[in-house]
């Protein structure tokens, strides 16, 4: 059989499988962003939101949608990859992989695309919400949707390596606890940074979320705190980095073979 | 031409346990082969070196010519593998684990299908096919990784421990599902703890112990080693006397059951018509250890002392 047909083949069955695993647990994968964000829109959007005023020339409900979006994207990528494939390490039927004819880039490609696939529909769930409270106008389709997928291409790689050197459950929700969930809560999901110091505006800068939610932001609104281009290199780059150091474990083995 | 061919595999796992000391082993095409061992003797890494769930250390693996470092996908593509630990998403229905596997192999999700129903009805699964997995019983579950890894049609079948904690029942289905399946020309690697499951089954055994083969022979061949065998015979009465037998050592167990030693040279011919002179009626017959059992345990403890293995 053609190589290139048999690895279509058994990537399309890796993603069918993932989109099947979290769409059949529906509650547990999609809903609580959709609930999340509705008491965001609420709480920031309505209550707060208004008496906060306009930022960067829109109003603060508008501004902080590509934020909340971008926010159930990455941590949803993350979080998809990590679990599945830890729980196919941890009951060993990565094993079915393992034994197959199926190269690495394979195994890895079908987990990130269903970390995409999963980051998607969230994504879309959530933008859903965001027109129950505000009309959005999307700036540039293109830019958007890039950064819409490179972005959780670049979680769901982050998710792949939390997944292979976890040893147990706990170990899967360390980095989005403890590291996710701070870097996208100060990556200008619901202020400018122009608002902070300067030296607070310099720090922030070393927050690569930040990038991606500004880059996002001009895709929907079209302004940006920092500039598209550089936001493009650098999750270009990110992405670069991690799919090597990911294909560089399991060439290894690590975490998965004795 | 060999279906494997193992050469100088060594093994040395991080902490220093050398599973494996320079294993050779050669599997021919169309061979029923068993592997047996004691626990911890390498059996387990061997397979898993092989399958590719294992790391080795050195040394070479052929699979139907392939090699394992130079064409891993070729060689991945003769072989399939019933492991001996379930593994399994347990939430997944049989039908999905089935089909899933044949994906992973580039089979087209129709021929999937097509092939996933077959193995099924022969398995007996087709009407637990919707089933969780984790509804199923072991015996279930064990002829369900047999279903799996026959789907992309391996022409290398290893089957680790295939039968543990399944009933006798669905044990003996599964055998003449096996001797079927080899004799449609399917190369099969046991390894098992049920030695009578070896020696029905297979034609070719290696005995790896500590790391190393200690025997790689014919069955029949090992087997014709056996210089005595123990006979139990069940007694219809208790005899007032046991009689003084040449070449028989005859010992009482109870009342009405005797144990009798007796060698290779012996005639069994001789031994019932002097039990009968004797007045001494046999009901029933049956060997005291199964001989393929009696043959390992002489192995490996005598291997532990680095003698001859004769028993």
Known sequence: MNHYRHYWVA??????????????????????SAISTILYFVIFGRLIGERIGPMGGFSYVDFIVPGLVLMGVITNAYS???????SSKFSRYVEELLIAPVPNWVILAGFVAGGVARG????????????????IEIHSYGITMLVFVLTAVLFALGGFINAIYANSFDDISIVPTFVLTPLTYLGGVFYSIDLLPTLWQDLSLANPVLYMVNAFRFGLLGVSDIQVGVAFALILGFIVVLTFYSLHLLRRGIGIKT | MSALAVRKLTKVYRNGHEALKGVDLTVEEGDFFALLGPNGAGKSTLIGIV??????????????????????????????????????????????????????????????????????????????????????????????????????RP????????????????????????????????????????LEEAESLCRNIAIINDGRIAEHVDMGVLLGRLETETLVLDLKARPAQLPRLDGFVLTRLDDR???VEVTKDSSINRLFEALSRNGIQV?????????????????????????????
Do not use: C
């Open chain 2, 51 to 152: 399958a590719s769930l294992v790391n080795k250390t050195g040394g070479k693996v052929r699979v139907f010519g392939h090699d394992l470092d130079r064409e891993p996908e070729s060689m991945k593509a003769y072989l399939g593998l019933v492991p001996q630990e379930f593994n399994f998403n347990l939430f997944l229905p049989v039908i999905e684990v089935v089909l899933n596997q044949a994906g992973y192999y580039g089979i087209p999700r129709r021929e999937a299908g097509v092939r996933a129903e077959y193995y099924l009805r022969q398995l007996d699964l087709w009407e637990r096919r919707g089933s969780q997995m984790r509804m199923l019983s072991g015996g279930l579950k064990r002829r369900l990784m047999i279903a799996r890894a026959l789907v992309h």
């Open chain 1, 80 to 86: 998809n990859v990590a679990s599945s494939f830890y």
């Open chain 2, 155 to 194: 022409r290398l079948l290893i089957l680790d421990e295939p039968t543990a904690g399944v009933d006798i029942e669905i044990r003996r289905s599964m055998w003449t599902f096996l001797r079927e399946l080899n004799a449609g020309g399917t190369t099969i690697i046991l390894t098992t703890h049920y």
């Open chain 1, 120 to 135: 998607l529909a969230v994504g879309i769930v959530v933008t859903l919400v965001a027109l129950g409270f505000t009309r």
């Open chain 2, 283 to 311: 009901v029933s017959l049956r060997n005291k250890q199964n001989r393929l059992e009696q043959l390992f345990l002489a192995l490996v403890e005598n291997n532990k002392g680095g003698r001859d293995i004769s028993p």
């Open chain 1, 11 to 32: 990537f399309s069955t890796l993603l069918v499988k993932e989109i099947v695993r979290f769409s059949r647990i529906w509650v547990q994968t999609v809903l609580p």
């Open chain 2, 257 to 259: 059951t005797l144990e």
